[in-house]
């Protein structure tokens, strides 16, 4: 393949999409992960071009009017997308890039990549997802409501994605990320070059 995969990784919150991709990170090298880009200060230890990107909001802003983000929005008076720019040179250099956004971001996502891969992680069931938020201790429990009312709303959106991963246990739902991975690699649109070879071959 001379053009590398866009995986975006998406679901409610507390269904853990975060801690599968740093899984699948940490096991498959070919794998890169999409730097963010955000107007917000850098925390401690945060590094520039690798934790985010930290943009100035009138840079940012600019950004937005060139069409220079595959996705943005809005947070806490602050500004988060994802660059088109670095994406796209990864892809281009080969290198399968993973994205782990919100479900919003994504159908923004759907839209400038339609061939990227969406999957969508499932908690095991609705009352393990209110659980594991519960089990943060760090929300209120009308904020804990409020996310369960969206991930109501967010779960009508699977039938816009290709797969979906059910997060029973991180090591099961790890290597079912990979097989969607290796799998995606053989569909037969992805290898032309190598088929116009056998194709040819006199």
């Known amino acids: 393949m001379s053009r590398g995969l866009l ?11 975060g801690t ?3 899984e699948i990170l940490a096991k498959r090298p070919d794998l890169q992960l999409s730097v963010s880009a955000t107007t917000r200060k850098p925390r401690e230890g945060e590094v520039d071009g690798k934790s985010y990107f930290f943009l100035q909001e009138e840079t940012f ?16 008076q602050n500004y988060y997308g994802t660059p088109k720019k670095a994406v796209e040179e990864q ?3 080969g290198h399968d ?3 782990e956004i919100e479900v919003q971001g994504a159908m923004q996502v759907r839209s400038k990549f339609p061939e990227a891969v969406f999957i969508f992680v499932l908690p095991p069931s609705i ?3 209110k659980n594991r938020i519960i089990g943060r201790g760090t929300e209120a429990m009308h904020v804990i409501e409020e996310r369960m009312e969206r991930a109501k709303k967010e779960f009508e959106q699977i039938d816009k994605y290709n797969y979906i991963l059910l997060n029973d246990t991180v090591e099961a739902a790890t290597e079912r990320l990979s097989a969607i991975i290796d799998a995606e690699k053989l569909r037969i649109e992805r290898n032309e070059e190598t088929i116009k070879q056998f194709v040819n071959n006199k």
């Not at 802003?61 to 806490?76: D, K, L, P, T, V």
């Open 61 to 76: 802003r600019n950004m937005i009017e060139q069409g220079e983000f595959i996705e943005w929005a809005s947070f806490c």
């Open 97 to 99: 890039v993973i994205l």
């Open 7 to 17: 995986l975006v990784v998406s679901g409610p919150s507390g269904a853990g999409k």
């Open 127 to 129: 009352e393990e997802l």
């Open 20 to 22: 599968i991709c740093k």
């Open 91 to 93: 892809l281009k250099a």
